[in-house]
């Protein structure tokens, strides 16, 4: 089968020992990132299987109809980048990984060393350092602080674990269900939304974008946040209402932010407000890229296609497309 993968920018996924999956299949991998439906179109137009890494490029209905070859979408994870009722309408199969059970651990540590490096200003004393100013601040311990964890799944959850290891009180607000876990695992539950965010001394948000989340927080939530506060987000930038973040962040309620992700991405925009406030520290959401996760990923991923071509998809997100002819 011909087997096309977008945006892998390093071209890790060849030195993957996952890769072996795909041997015998005619594969080409694209390091750059490409949105452009024309482009897109005439880069795809041979692909029977495309590989996506996560959510870096929108496949929907205008490009997907310029691609009558396309028999297989395999990725992992959650797909709002994905048109599913074109797929279906198409004779696509979308096969998708939720890997219950299996937390991210990657995540977890970018959240928890991004928690570190704004509470403690490791950017900012190492960009004095390297020009020529020795101590530039006072930063703060964590210890007997509160850390809020805003979701407990399957990374909420390790990030919890975290904060009790670094001697925090860990705070919870989350949806009944996991509220419940978060009881049974000896956690503490915030008595409204409102106290969650008052008593966090760092709130770190871990929730899937789905309806239900987009906006989820809101300016009134960030302005009940504490001047001295940290907002974590590594999970998705429109869990946060649009402009709420910059606007608080201006106003001194939360005092700092470290994000992982944005409305727009890949963002290159240098002077977006994100980039360029001194209290606020910025990663390329790199939460999922480690070697160690991409081996985890793929290897679901390069099944899904050896499951396909065998005659067994596995993992489809919509079945009614396996009752077409």
């Known amino acids: 089968m011909k087997i096309s993968i977008l945006d892998d920018y390093f071209d890790t996924l060849r030195t993957l020992d996952c890769f072996a999956k795909l041997n015998g299949h005619d594969v080409t991998v694209h390091n750059d990132h490409v949105q452009d439906v024309d482009a897109l179109a005439e880069r795809l137009k041979d692909a029977e299987v495309l590989v996506l890494i996560r959510e870096r490029t929108q496949i929907r209905a205008p490009l997907l109809e310029r691609l009558p070859k396309l028999k297989l979408i395999s990725q992992r994870s959650v797909y709002p980048h994905i048109d599913i009722g074109a797929c279906t309408r198409l004779g696509i199969i979308v096969s998708s990984s939720q890997h219950p059970g299996t937390p991210s651990y990657a995540a977890a540590e970018l959240t928890w060393g991004l928690v570190l490096a704004a509470m403690r200003q490791i950017p900012q004393q190492m960009a004095a350092l390297k020009s020529g100013n020795w101590q530039i601040?006072?930063?703060?311990?964590?210890?007997?602080?509160?850390?809020?964890?805003y979701g407990y799944g399957r990374?909420?959850?390790?990030?919890?674990?975290?904060?009790?290891?670094?001697?925090?009180?860990?705070?919870?607000?989350?949806?009944?269900?996991?509220l419940a876990q978060a009881r049974a695992d000896g956690y503490r539950v915030a008595g409204s939304k409102q106290e969650f965010f008052a008593q966090s001394d760092v709130l770190s948000l871990h929730m899937r974008l789905v309806d239900a989340t987009r906006g989820i927080v809101t300016a009134e939530d960030l302005a009940r946040m504490?001047?001295?506060?940290?907002?974590?987000?590594?999970?998705?930038?429109?869990?946060?209402?649009?402009?709420?973040?910059?606007?608080?962040?201006?106003?001194?309620?939360?005092?700092?932010?470290?994000?992982?992700?944005?409305d727009k991405e890949p963002l290159r925009d240098v002077n977006d407000p994100l980039l360029t406030m001194e209290n606020v520290i910025s990663t390329p959401h790199i939460g999922y890229v480690s070697r160690d996760e991409y081996e985890l990923q793929f290897s679901d991923i390069f099944g899904q296609i050896v499951d396909y071509a065998a005659g067994r998809p596995s993992n489809v997100v919509n079945p009614d497309v396996l009752k077409r002819p």
């Not at 601040?137 to 964890?149: A, E, F, H, S």
């Not at 959850?157 to 269900?177: D, H, I, N, P, T």
């Open 137 to 149: 601040g006072v930063g703060r311990t964590l210890r007997d602080k509160t850390l809020g964890v």
């Open 226 to 262: 504490k001047p001295t506060a940290l907002l974590v987000n590594t999970s998705r930038a429109p869990l946060i209402a649009p402009g709420a973040l910059v606007a608080a962040l201006r106003a001194g309620r939360p005092g700092m932010a470290a994000v992982d992700v944005y």
């Open 155 to 178: 990374i909420g959850s390790v990030v919890a674990g975290y904060g009790q290891a670094f001697g925090m009180k860990v705070l919870v607000w989350a949806r009944e269900a996991t």
